[in-house]
């Protein structure tokens, strides 16, 4: 795991025995099959884009860029290196005794 606060990050390794090397390490490393990004949204298609290229599958938190043309461009980008890009979301507010099943 990485964060921009590397105390922060550091601690949390402590707490749950994760390892924290830092963004390019996690980049470079060979045992490290994608990543999730759960970043302030402005950088993320840049990072996303950055993993790609490093040859990680990425789960991007929603949104996956500012605009639709950054999006389509991670997309576009994840096809041409051959990864898979997917944003996903939080449902904070959907508990499973509120779903609803259709009949």
């Not at 390794?13 to 045992?31: E, N, R, V």
Request: no cysteine; hydrophobic share 45%.
């Amino acid at each position: 795991m990485h964060d921009a606060n590397a105390d922060l990050a550091a601690r949390f390794a402590a707490d749950t025995g994760a390892k924290a090397p830092g963004w390019q390490a996690i980049l470079a490393g060979k045992s490290i099959d994608g990543v999730i990004l759960a970043t302030p949204a402005g950088p993320r298609a840049a990072l996303a884009r950055a993993a790609l290229d490093a040859g990680k599958h990425v789960l991007v938190e929603k949104p996956l860029a500012f605009s639709p043309n950054d999006a389509n461009e991670v997309v576009a980008h994840a096809k041409r290196v051959g990864w898979i890009v997917r944003t996903g979301e939080k449902h904070r507010e959907v508990g499973t005794d509120k779903l609803e099943i259709e009949k």
